[in-house]
C-alpha cells in the first residue's frame, strides 16, 4: 500500500526527492519499504519552509546562514550579510565557490523600488592573443578544464566592494571578520561539501600532468587527504588573505601585494595572467531582464554573458501551453519542459557572449512573437531529434555556491558564485589561501564564433541568479546551482509554485529533470559533433510509467539517484502585505534557511 502511494505522489506531483529516491520502483530497482515519518502538515517528501518577520538567510551551509544572520542583527543590509555568507562559503565550501572565481547578483531595493543586477565577471589575459593562445593548445581541439590555460581574472572580490559601496552599512572588516575567524581557528567539514573534496582530490589526482603545479592546493585542502565530515578544517592563508583586503580595500586583490603574489606565481608556472589584468579590472552593473510568465508572475534573470536569458526564453516558449492539464509529473509536462529548454539553448550556444565583444539581439530574443514561433516547433507527440538556432531580423552560448539573503527593509539579494568544474583549476597562488576558476574552459575556438577566445573578454558564463515578480511587486529571490542545470531548475521551480501550488520548501524538494546536450557556446558555428538530442536526466522520484512514455516519445532516458547532477536551492520570498519572509533549502546540499 504504501509503495502505491509513493508511485501516486511521483506520477501526480513529480515530487519524489531525492531522499525518497530508495523507495521509488523503477524496472531495474524494485521498491523498498524502509520506513519513515508523517507530517501533519504538507506533504510527506518535504519539510516546512522557514518563516522569520525581520531578516532572512538561506544558504548551502548552516554556519554560513548563522553569519548572514548575525550581520542582520548587528545593523548590516541584506547586501552586507550576503558579502559575509560568501566569504565563508568561500572557506566552508571551497567545492563550490570562492575569491579565485566570478560572482552575479541580483538585488531588490526598496528605497529606489527597482532591481539592479551585478556582472562581477573577469577577463581573458589581455596579453595573449587568439592565435598564441591556439599554439598554446598543442593542436588540442578544446581548452584543458586545469592548469592555467583556462584561468581568467577572478571578479569576485571586486563585486563585493560595488555590492557593498551602493548598499553597504557595516565595514568590510566587520563583515568578513567571521570568516577569517573560522580560517584561522577552524570549522567542522559538512557532509555534502566533505563528499565533494573527495571526488574533487580523485579529480585533480587523475590529472596532474595538465595541472602542473598541485603542491600548494594539496597543501592548503589535502594536507592529510580530503577533509571528511566532521573534521575540524583550517584556511589561515585564506584568513591572512581575507585580512588584507579587509584592511587595504579591493585595491589589496587587484592592485597590492595580493595581485604582485599572482603575478609572480603565473610568471614562474608558465600562465598569462599578468598584474596588469588584475589591475584592469571592472565590475558592470547590468540590466536584469524579465518576462511575463502567466498569474502576475514575471521571472528575471541576468543578460549575456551569463546564460539567465535562457531561463527567460524557455518561461516565453512554455507560457504558450496550459501545463496545469496534465499531472506534474506527466510524460507531456516533461517533453514540455525539456523541448523549451532545448530550443533555449539552441540560441545560447549560438548567441550568448560577453556583449561588450558580441552583442547579442536580446530583445527579439525575449520577445513574445519569437516565444510562439519556437513553441510552434514542438512536436507534442514526440521528440524533435534536432533543433537549431533562430534567426534573427537584424540590420546590418558547475559547480557553484548560491544563497539568498532579506532584510528588514524588504532589501532582497539573489547571488550566486563559482569556481566552475567544481573546486576549479587546481592552482593555488603561494600562500593566498584560495583556489583560482576555470571559466576560460568555455570559450569557443572557433575564431568567428561570438564567443570565441580573445584578449581581454569575458567568457561565456553558466552562473545566474533568479528573482521573480508578483503583480509587479518584488515576490522571490532564489536560485539553484549546477553549470546547464541552471535554468532549468530555475523553470521548473517556478512552474512548481505557479501552475501547480506547491509551497517554497516543496517547490524545491520536488524531483526535477536536467536534459543535457545539444550544441554548446564552446561549439564551433556549426556545432560539429553536437549530441542534438542529448539525454534527458531524471531523479527517481519520476515514475517508471512516465519514465517509458518519455522514450516510446523519442527521448533518451537515464534515471540518476544521485543529486549532484540537479543542483542545490535555495529561496525566500516575501509576503507584499504583511512583509514576512519565508525561506527555504533543500537536502541536495548541507544548507540551512534561517530568520529572526
Same mark, same amino acid.
Given at each position: 500500500?504504501?509503495?502505491?502511494?509513493?508511485?501516486?505522489?511521483?506520477?501526480?506531483?513529480?515530487?519524489?526527492?531525492?531522499?525518497?529516491?530508495?523507495?521509488?520502483?523503477?524496472?531495474?530497482?524494485?521498491?523498498?519499504?524502509?520506513?519513515?515519518?508523517?507530517?501533519?502538515?504538507?506533504?510527506?517528501?518535504?519539510?516546512?519552509?522557514?518563516?522569520?518577520?525581520?531578516?532572512?538567510?538561506?544558504?548551502?551551509?548552516?554556519?554560513?546562514?548563522?553569519?548572514?544572520?548575525?550581520?542582520?542583527?548587528?545593523?548590516?543590509?541584506?547586501?552586507?550579510?550576503?558579502?559575509?555568507?560568501?566569504?565563508?562559503?568561500?572557506?566552508?565550501?571551497?567545492?563550490?565557490?570562492?575569491?579565485?572565481?566570478?560572482?552575479?547578483?541580483?538585488?531588490?531595493?526598496?528605497?529606489?523600488?527597482?532591481?539592479?543586477?551585478?556582472?562581477?565577471?573577469?577577463?581573458?589575459?589581455?596579453?595573449?592573443?587568439?592565435?598564441?593562445?591556439?599554439?598554446?593548445?598543442?593542436?588540442?581541439?578544446?581548452?584543458?578544464?586545469?592548469?592555467?590555460?583556462?584561468?581568467?581574472?577572478?571578479?569576485?572580490?571586486?563585486?563585493?566592494?560595488?555590492?557593498?559601496?551602493?548598499?553597504?552599512?557595516?565595514?568590510?572588516?566587520?563583515?568578513?571578520?567571521?570568516?577569517?575567524?573560522?580560517?584561522?581557528?577552524?570549522?567542522?567539514?559538512?557532509?555534502?561539501?566533505?563528499?565533494?573534496?573527495?571526488?574533487?582530490?580523485?579529480?585533480?589526482?587523475?590529472?596532474?600532468?595538465?595541472?602542473?603545479?598541485?603542491?600548494?592546493?594539496?597543501?592548503?585542502?589535502?594536507?592529510?587527504?580530503?577533509?571528511?565530515?566532521?573534521?575540524?578544517?583550517?584556511?589561515?592563508?585564506?584568513?591572512?588573505?581575507?585580512?588584507?583586503?579587509?584592511?587595504?580595500?579591493?585595491?589589496?586583490?587587484?592592485?597590492?601585494?595580493?595581485?604582485?603574489?599572482?603575478?609572480?606565481?603565473?610568471?614562474?608556472?608558465?600562465?598569462?595572467?599578468?598584474?596588469?589584468?588584475?589591475?584592469?579590472?571592472?565590475?558592470?552593473?547590468?540590466?536584469?531582464?524579465?518576462?511575463?510568465?502567466?498569474?502576475?508572475?514575471?521571472?528575471?534573470?541576468?543578460?549575456?554573458?551569463?546564460?539567465?536569458?535562457?531561463?527567460?526564453?524557455?518561461?516565453?516558449?512554455?507560457?504558450?501551453?496550459?501545463?496545469?492539464?496534465?499531472?506534474?509529473?506527466?510524460?507531456?509536462?516533461?517533453?514540455?519542459?525539456?523541448?523549451?529548454?532545448? =530550443?533555449?539553448?539552441?540560441?545560447?550556444?549560438?548567441?550568448?557572449?560577453?556583449?561588450?565583444?558580441?552583442?547579442?539581439?536580446?530583445?527579439?530574443?525575449?520577445?513574445?512573437?519569437?516565444?510562439?514561433?519556437?513553441?510552434?516547433?514542438?512536436?507534442?507527440?514526440?521528440?524533435?531529434?534536432?533543433?537549431?538556432?533562430?534567426?534573427?531580423?537584424?540590420?546590418?552560448?558547475?559547480?557553484?555556491?548560491?544563497?539568498?539573503?532579506?532584510?528588514?527593509?524588504?532589501?532582497?539579494?539573489?547571488?550566486?558564485?563559482?569556481?566552475?568544474?567544481?573546486?576549479?583549476?587546481?592552482?593555488?597562488?603561494?600562500?593566498?589561501?584560495?583556489?583560482?576558476?576555470?571559466?576560460?574552459?568555455?570559450?569557443?575556438?572557433?575564431?568567428?564564433?561570438?564567443?570565441?577566445?580573445?584578449?581581454?573578454?569575458?567568457?561565456?558564463?553558466?552562473?545566474?541568479?533568479?528573482?521573480?515578480?508578483?503583480?509587479?511587486?518584488?515576490?522571490?529571490?532564489?536560485?539553484?546551482?549546477?553549470?546547464?542545470?541552471?535554468?532549468?531548475?530555475?523553470?521548473?521551480?517556478?512552474?512548481?509554485?505557479?501552475?501547480?501550488?506547491?509551497?517554497?520548501?516543496?517547490?524545491?524538494?520536488?524531483?526535477?529533470?536536467?536534459?543535457?546536450?545539444?550544441?554548446?557556446?564552446?561549439?564551433?558555428?556549426?556545432?560539429?559533433?553536437?549530441?542534438?538530442?542529448?539525454? =534527458?536526466?531524471?531523479?527517481?522520484?519520476?515514475?517508471?510509467?512516465?519514465?517509458?512514455?518519455?522514450?516510446?516519445?523519442?527521448?533518451?532516458?537515464?534515471?540518476?539517484?544521485?543529486?549532484?547532477?540537479?543542483?542545490?536551492?535555495?529561496?525566500?520570498?516575501?509576503?507584499?502585505?504583511?512583509?514576512?519572509?519565508?525561506?527555504?533549502?533543500?537536502?541536495?546540499?548541507?544548507?540551512?534557511?534561517?530568520?529572526?
Amino acid at each position: 500500500m504504501r509503495n502505491l502511494l509513493l508511485s501516486t505522489i511521483a506520477l501526480a506531483a513529480f515530487t519524489i526527492s531525492p531522499a525518497a529516491a530508495q523507495e521509488t520502483a523503477t524496472p531495474e530497482k524494485p521498491a523498498l519499504d524502509i520506513g519513515g515519518g508523517g507530517r501533519p502538515v504538507g506533504e510527506a517528501w518535504s519539510r516546512s519552509p522557514v518563516h522569520a518577520q525581520h531578516g532572512i538567510a538561506a544558504t548551502a551551509h548552516p554556519l554560513a546562514s548563522q553569519i548572514a544572520i548575525d550581520i542582520l542583527k548587528q545593523g548590516g543590509t541584506a547586501v552586507d550579510a550576503a558579502i559575509a555568507a560568501n566569504a565563508a562559503l568561500g572557506l566552508m565550501e571551497p567545492t563550490g565557490n570562492g575569491i579565485g572565481g566570478d560572482l552575479f547578483a541580483i538585488i531588490w531595493d526598496p528605497k529606489t523600488q527597482r532591481l539592479y543586477g551585478l556582472n562581477g565577471s573577469g577577463k581573458s589575459p589581455m596579453g595573449t592573443s587568439y592565435r598564441q593562445f591556439i599554439r598554446q593548445l598543442n593542436g588540442s581541439k578544446t581548452i584543458p578544464p586545469f592548469g592555467p590555460m583556462p584561468i581568467t581574472v577572478p571578479g569576485t572580490v571586486d563585486a563585493w566592494f560595488e555590492m557593498h559601496g551602493k548598499f553597504g552599512k557595516l565595514s568590510m572588516a566587520d563583515i568578513l571578520a567571521p570568516t577569517i575567524a573560522y580560517a584561522r581557528e577552524g570549522h567542522p567539514v559538512a557532509p555534502v561539501i566533505g563528499y565533494y573534496l573527495d571526488s574533487n582530490l580523485k579529480r585533480f589526482e587523475q590529472s596532474l600532468d595538465m595541472i602542473g603545479d598541485f603542491e600548494n592546493a594539496r597543501e592548503t585542502y589535502f594536507k592529510n587527504g580530503a577533509p571528511k565530515a566532521g573534521e575540524i578544517f583550517k584556511n589561515p592563508d585564506l584568513g591572512d588573505t581575507l585580512g588584507k583586503i579587509a584592511a587595504g580595500g579591493r585595491d589589496a586583490f587587484y592592485k597590492g601585494d595580493i595581485a604582485r603574489t599572482i603575478d609572480s606565481y603565473f610568471k614562474r608556472i608558465g600562465g598569462n595572467l599578468r598584474y596588469e589584468d588584475f589591475a584592469a579590472h571592472s565590475s558592470l552593473w547590468v540590466e536584469p531582464g524579465c518576462v511575463d510568465y502567466r498569474k502576475g508572475y514575471e521571472l528575471c534573470e541576468l543578460p549575456p554573458n551569463s546564460q539567465g536569458f535562457a531561463a527567460l526564453q524557455m518561461a516565453n516558449i512554455l507560457k504558450n501551453v496550459d501545463l496545469a492539464q496534465w499531472p506534474r509529473g506527466s510524460a507531456e509536462v516533461l517533453h514540455y519542459i525539456t523541448e523549451a529548454k532545448r =530550443l533555449a539553448f539552441e540560441d545560447v550556444a549560438r548567441f550568448y557572449a560577453d556583449p561588450e565583444a558580441s552583442p547579442a539581439p536580446l530583445e527579439w530574443l525575449l520577445s513574445d512573437d519569437y516565444g510562439k514561433q519556437r513553441f510552434a516547433l514542438i512536436d507534442p507527440a514526440k521528440a524533435t531529434p534536432g533543433f537549431g538556432p533562430g534567426e534573427p531580423k537584424l540590420e546590418g552560448e558547475g559547480d557553484t555556491t548560491y544563497l539568498t539573503v532579506a532584510d528588514k527593509d524588504g532589501m532582497m539579494v539573489s547571488l550566486i558564485q563559482s569556481n566552475y568544474r567544481g573546486m576549479g583549476s587546481g592552482l593555488v597562488a603561494d600562500g593566498l589561501g584560495f583556489m583560482f576558476q576555470d571559466r576560460g574552459e568555455l570559450y569557443s575556438l572557433d575564431a568567428g564564433h561570438p564567443n570565441a577566445y580573445a584578449p581581454g573578454k569575458r567568457p561565456f558564463q553558466t552562473i545566474i541568479p533568479a528573482f521573480m515578480k508578483k503583480d509587479g511587486k518584488p515576490y522571490m529571490s532564489f536560485g539553484l546551482m549546477g553549470g546547464g542545470m541552471q535554468p532549468q531548475g530555475h523553470v521548473q521551480v517556478m512552474i512548481n509554485m505557479v501552475d501547480y501550488g506547491m509551497n517554497l520548501q516543496e517547490a524545491g524538494d520536488a524531483a526535477r529533470l536536467n536534459h543535457d546536450g545539444g550544441r554548446q557556446p564552446t561549439d564551433d558555428l556549426a556545432g560539429t559533433g553536437a549530441d542534438l538530442l542529448g539525454i =534527458l536526466h531524471v531523479e527517481p522520484g519520476i515514475s517508471a510509467e512516465t519514465i517509458e512514455r518519455l522514450k516510446a516519445m523519442g527521448h533518451v532516458v537515464e534515471v540518476v539517484d544521485n543529486g549532484a547532477m540537479f543542483g542545490g536551492y535555495q529561496a525566500i520570498t516575501r509576503d507584499a502585505e504583511t512583509g514576512v519572509y519565508t525561506g527555504a533549502t533543500e537536502m541536495r546540499k548541507d544548507g540551512q534557511a534561517i530568520g529572526y
